[in-house]
């Protein structure tokens, strides 16, 4: 064995491999320089004024399906060496960005050789895929665009015509698809209106119709939204008071499933804006700050009725970085050990919440793409390509649910909510629901 995977190695053999001949992959993961040969490359916060909904009660744990994924990034990375450590942890969904404008550089011209590859490679392991579309090429933006910043198309069509086309070729194979990532936050969403919920639902309404044509089982997952604390309704949105506006707009006729954004910052997952006794004193102000503030999407959500739109979280994550990317200075208080606690009781307690059906932990390999970036800092490998505590307290955990039948396994195929046609378009009434004092 080559010296530089020996540290690995005894690694797993002290604490995976105890429970099953287990996490297998971390035995061909190099660290260091070693990989580069291998490469090809309350209070709520917004004092919201809507129903109280009393915290779920915690029952024993039984066999149910939950979905257990992971973010990552496998275009242009070491697809095989990847994809066997997400299934060597025993996570179920793999959560893949899909960049139009990589796809469908121009009209009509597909590139299929990449996405082809990670279909492939996700679904012969049995693994439930979740396609994040994000992305829009130059030909279908407005004139006058930013090109720092991603943005929705100038006519939503050019995105259903590529969506029927995407889900007809990957139909039974890519199981869901989560229209857009963070439209409330200029960044992704950089238009003449700004980042206008009333124009994503308008967006979101186009996806969800040429989906449903080519893959009609396909789930479709409305974006999660920034939690931002840093709303100015500019550049970036408040994500409860944009989600009641699309709420609003008819928004819940065009997905099967909610989906959450959450930032846990420097707070375990049982913490919360509303209660004493707080762990860490810095980032408390705002629900946005706890891992917990999938209470707050829920109030809106009940607010306007809609109470059986189940919920995956997809996005969760702690930051551990020191020192701290600008704008992040809570991951410099977070320990590797503090994350991985973090991640698991997180775990387990929206395991244990009946209306979150998922929890997508953000990220598995960001750091080794963009080492600088804040995303580094939520990663479960480190830039060299060692393994974060983390990833091998998730592997156990799941070894352990596993051998014990506590966590019951969540295949795509078994799961998937049947649908087929378009859901009747429901009206809501708009409770008057004040989002800001």
Same mark, same amino acid.
């Given at each position: ?10 690694? &797993? ?12 992959? $971390? ?7 070693? #990989? ?15 129903? /109280? ?7 024993? &744990? ?36 899909? %960049?139009?404008? #990589? ?19 996700? %679904? ?24 720092? %910043? !991603? ?23 890519? /199981? ?5 990532? !963070? ?6 969403? !950089? ?51 944009? $989600? ?16 959450? %954004? ?11 804006? /509303? ?10 102000? *705002? ?27 997809? #996005? ?16 410099? /208080? ?8 973090? $991640?698991?009781? =997180?775990?387990?307690?929206? *395991?244990? &919440? ?39 307290? $998730?592997?156990?955990?799941? #070894?352990?649910? &596993? ?9 795509? =195929? ?22 800001? *004092?």
């Amino acid at each position: 064995m080559p010296s530089a995977l020996k540290p690995v190695a005894m690694m &797993i053999g002290l604490r995976v491999l105890a429970l099953v001949a287990g996490v297998f992959f $971390l035995a061909v993961w190099p660290s260091g320089a070693a #990989q580069a040969s291998m490469l090809d490359g309350g209070g709520d916060r917004r004092g919201a004024s809507v129903p /109280d909904l009393q915290p779920a009660e915690v029952e024993a &744990i039984t066999p149910r399906p939950f979905g257990y994924g992971i973010t990552v990034d496998l275009v242009d990375q070491p697809l095989t060496q990847l994809m066997n450590g997400v299934a060597g942890m025993h996570l179920n969904w793999v959560r893949q960005p899909v %960049h139009w404008g #990589q796809v469908e550089p121009a009209p009509g011209l597909y590139d299929w050789s990449q996405l082809d590859s990670i279909v492939d490679s996700v %679904h012969v392991r049995g693994l439930g895929l979740l396609a994040v579309i994000v992305g829009t090429p130059e030909w279908a933006r407005p004139a006058g665009f930013n090109e720092a %910043h !991603d943005g929705p198309p100038a006519d939503p069509n050019t995105l259903g015509g590529f969506l029927a086309v995407l889900s007809s070729r990957y139909a039974g194979r890519i /199981d869901a698809y989560q229209i857009w990532q !963070d439209p409330n936050i200029i960044a992704n969403w !950089d238009s003449a209106t700004g980042p206008s919920a009333e124009d994503y639902v308008r967006l979101l309404s186009v996806a969800y119709l040429a989906i449903k044509a080519g893959s009609p089982d396909a789930q479709v997952i409305s974006a999660g939204l920034d939690p931002t604390a840093a709303a100015d309704g500019l550049a970036a949105v408040d994500d409860l008071e944009y $989600l009641s506006i699309m709420y609003q707009a008819g928004f819940s006729a065009w997905c099967n499933v909610v989906g959450v %954004h959450l930032n846990g910052t420097s707070h375990p997952p049982s913490d919360y804006v /509303d209660e004493a006794g707080h762990t860490s004193s810095a980032f408390e102000s *705002e629900s946005s700050f706890f891992f917990r503030h999938y209470e707050a999407v829920r109030r809106v959500m009940v607010a306007y009725g809609d109470e059986e739109t189940p919920v995956w979280l997809t #996005q969760v994550g702690w930051a551990s970085l020191s020192p701290a990317p600008t704008g992040y200075a809570y991951a410099a /208080d977070v320990t590797e050990e503090q994350q991985a606690d973090y $991640l698991i009781q =997180a775990f387990r307690i929206a *395991e244990q &919440i009946p209306y979150i059906h998922a929890m997508m932990v953000d990220n598995f390999n960001l750091s080794t793409i963009s080492p600088s970036s804040p995303a580094a800092g939520f990663s479960l490998i480190r830039s060299d390509w060692t393994a974060r505590p983390a990833l091998l307290r $998730l592997a156990q955990m799941r #070894q352990e649910q &596993i051998l014990s039948s506590a966590g019951a396994s969540y295949s795509s =195929a078994r799961n998937r909510a049947p649908q087929s046609g378009v859901k009747p378009y429901l009206r809501h009434s708009s409770p008057e629901v004040t989002l800001r *004092e």
